[in-house]
């Protein structure tokens, strides 16, 4: 059975209820327990719904998919140290958030919602945007007015209505959650979004041949990719498919990094922060909403947070170019990251890493 609880009060929910928030304004979390058909998923597409009983998606006539996921996992060769890659850019609408785009919007329909709104710094929005338009659902996006013009025309072409609002993330998120008449597909708020996102960990084990890897390093702004993981590999761990849950490395430019400094100071909970303007807009956010649930990620897998500068995001992203990689500054983080802590870690280690968002949409940085 699907509940949903809050993270604040534990009050439950029907997974009927169509909404996104407790009562008492806490969180929202997905109860479910997820089965792994090993001989379904054998004779299924290599998409990311081959692993159908593990998303929490009642029928199959409510899912919308563009038939995506099972994104190439390459290695890629850093100054000795071999870093296996996702290449997660390759997404319909070019990044990662189609993983939980698919599923909440798969749920939208599933709820008899008609009309959704959203806030986005541009790529959460363009994949809301793309697969609302495949399911014939209206969709309003609020994004800051810093957003790539790229990623505003981007969601525009699709059909939804884009709302530019001045000021901060923060901003475009209270302005979007005004509108309470309309269901908020928020990719930071609503639970379902990290049913999508933690395919990537059931994928790469699967391409590991069901083994885990022993770090992963990801972007974090919002965090739906590290707390999808972490999601993940807790329910392949806890099927027993996996032995061991891989350290979350969690990334966060110096300029913005609210949950790496709570973490620095042995905190629970990020507490507000000076930030700066960032070449990686995809992770400019000074309040992640699951701010807590982020740190106690990384603390429960023995991982870490990693801050990077401005010069090093630069320069990684140029360099990635040139070696044929044509992504967005956030993804470039990771790879400023990991070349400074190379030595830290050793020859034999598995580490994965994903490629967040595709350069295309971010030519000015080019
Ligand atoms: C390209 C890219 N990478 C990483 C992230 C970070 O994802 P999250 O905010 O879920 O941590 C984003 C978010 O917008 C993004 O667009
Ligand atoms: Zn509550």
Not at 130 to 150: G, K, L, M, N, T
Not at 272 to 295: C, F, M, N, Y
């Amino acid at each position: 059975m699907v509940k949903l609880v809050c993270s604040s009060c534990q009050q439950c929910y029907s997974e009927n209820d169509p909404r996104w928030q407790c009562d008492c304004g806490g969180l929202l979390d997905v109860q479910f327990t997820p089965e792994f058909d090993a001989d379904k998923m054998q004779h299924r597409p290599f998409t990311m719904w081959r692993y159908r009983e593990a998303i929490p998606v009642l029928h199959d006539s409510n899912i919308v998919s563009f038939y995506e996921g099972f994104t190439p996992l390459i290695d890629i060769d850093m100054d000795g140290l071999t870093v296996k890659v996702k290449m997660d850019h390759l997404f319909p609408s070019g990044s990662f958030k189609d993983r939980g785009a698919s599923v909440l919007i798969s749920k939208v329909k599933e709820l008899g919602v008609h009309h959704v709104v959203e806030d986005s710094s541009g790529n959460a929005g363009a994949a809301i945007a793309a697969y609302c338009a495949r399911a014939r659902i209206e969709c309003d996006i609020y994004v800051s007015s810093f957003a790539s013009p790229e990623k505003l025309r981007h969601i525009e072409s699709m059909g939804a209505r884009v709302h530019k609002v001045p000021g901060s993330r923060e901003d475009a998120a209270e302005a979007a959650q005004a509108s309470r008449t309309v269901y908020y597909a928020s990719h930071a708020w609503n639970p379902y979004f990290l049913h999508g996102t933690k395919t990537l960990a059931y994928e790469m084990c699967e391409q590991l041949d069901w083994r885990a890897p022993d770090r992963l390093v990801v972007p974090v702004g919002n965090g739906t990719l590290l707390l999808g993981a972490f999601i993940g590999f807790t329910e392949l761990l806890n099927a027993g498919i996996i032995d061991k849950m891989p350290k979350l490395i969690a990334v966060q430019t110096a300029n913005c990094a609210p949950c790496a400094e709570a973490f620095r100071k042995g905190k629970d909970d990020i507490s507000a922060i000076d930030s700066k303007p960032t070449l990686a807009e995809g992770i400019a956010v000074a309040q992640p909403v699951r701010g807590s649930q982020i740190i106690s990620a990384v603390r429960n897998t023995d991982g870490d947070f990693l801050t990077v500068s401005e010069n090093d995001i630069k320069e990684w992203l140029h360099h990635l170019y040139r070696r044929g990689y044509y992504i967005e500054p956030t993804s470039a983080v990771v790879f400023a990251a990991l070349s400074r802590c190379g030595q830290k870690i050793a020859k034999n280690e598995v580490i994965v890493t994903v490629i967040t968002g595709h350069g295309l949409k971010t030519q000015k940085y080019t």
